[in-house]
C-alpha cells in the first residue's frame, strides 16, 4: 500500500454500525469513503453525519460502484455470509463483526473465498486488543502464572437489545444467542490457554426465562477442556443488571484476577481492575490505558488500517473467527442434547 489515506466502506449503520462509523473516522489515513444503509431513514442519518461519504440503500451497487480497500459490515448475523461473500468476491479487504457466520460451513466458505482472492480477512473479537484482558494474555505469556490450568470469563449483565426488526430475538436470524456474546469469551478461553493446545470437548448448561422464547437461553455456562486437564469455564446471565465481566486464569505459580463494569456494555466511564500473585504477592497490575467496547474498536479499526500499510498481522484472523463460531455451535448441542460434545467428532459433522 502507499501513503495515501485508505478508502473503507461500511455497510449498516444501527446501534453499532454508528459507532464503527465514529471509529473509522477517528483513525488516521482512513477515509470513511462510503456506507450502504438499510431504510431511507438510516441513510439520511449516515449522510448528516458524514456528509463527505457516498450513502447507499443497496450495498451491493456500494461495493460494485466504489473504489474500497476495505468494507467493514456490521448487520444481523444471518447475513454475514452473503455480506461477506460479496466484499471478498468484489476484491476488497473485509473486516466480519463477530460471529463470523452462523454455522461452520458458512465460516469455511468465507476462509476459502479470502485464500483463493488473497485478501484480508479480520473477525470483530476486539477484546483481544483490550488494554486490559489483553494485558492478562501477555502475562500469561510471559509465564506469570506459570504453566496456566483455568481461565474462567463471565458475564453478568442486563437483558439483550431487540436489535432492527427484533432480529436479536428471532432464532432463524440471531442462530443462537451463544453466537452473540459468549462468543468473544470462548475466544478469549482459547486465546489463554493456547499454549494447551485447541479445545478437545465442551459440556453446557443453560435456560431461559422467557415463556415466548424458551429457545433463547438467558442464562449459560460451559467447561471446555483442554489437553493435559487444563480447563476454562465461559458463563453469562442476562437475568441481571448493568454490565460486569470477570476473567480469572490461575496457573502453576500464580494467578490473575481482571474485572470491568460499567452501566451500559459500551460506556465510556468504566470501572476496571487487575490484580495478580505472582508466585510470592499479592499485586495490583496497571492496565496504563482506559478499556472497554468502544476503546477496543477504535483499536481494532487503527489495527486493520496498520495491516493493509504495513502488513502487520491480524490480531482475529478467519481461523480465530472459525473456531470462536464451532465452539460456540458445540456448545449449544452440548445443551440440547444434554451431553458433552467431543470437538473434533462436532468439526467433521458441521464441516459437511
Known sequence: MNNTSLRFGLIGFGAWGKHHADA??????????????RSEASAAAAKEAFPNAAVFTDYRKMIETMDLDLVDVVVPSHLHHEMGTAVLESGAHLLLEKPMGVSVSECDDLVRLAKEKNLHLAVGHEFRLSSLWGK????????????????????????????????????????????????????????????RGEPQSVVASANSRQPDHPELQDNFSALVNF???????????LSAFEHHQTVKVTGTKGA???????????????TFALRGFNGEAVEDISVGKVTGELFELEDQIQMLADVLKHDQPIACNADDGRWSVLLCLAAQESVDTQSIVRIDEFAERASR
Open 256 to 270: 490473575l484476577w481482571a474485572s470491568w463494569s460499567g452501566a451500559l456494555d459500551r460506556t465510556r466511564h468504566p
Open 227 to 237: 489437553h493435559g486437564g487444563a480447563y476454562a469455564v465461559v458463563s453469562q446471565t
Open 24 to 37: 473509522i473516522r477517528k483513525t488516521e489515513d482512513v477515509e470513511l469513503a462510503a456506507i450502504a444503509a
Open 136 to 195: 492478562v494474555k501477555s502475562l500469561i505469556d510471559e509465564g506469570y502464572v506459570g504453566d496456566p490450568q483455568y481461565a474462567l470469563v463471565e458475564l453478568s449483565r442486563n437483558p439483550y437489545r431487540q436489535g432492527s426488526d427484533g432480529w436479536r430475538y428471532d432464532i432463524d436470524r440471531v442462530g443462537n444467542w451463544i453466537l452473540e456474546e459468549p462468543i468473544h469469551f470462548f475466544d478469549l478461553a482459547r486465546w489463554y490457554l493456547g499454549g
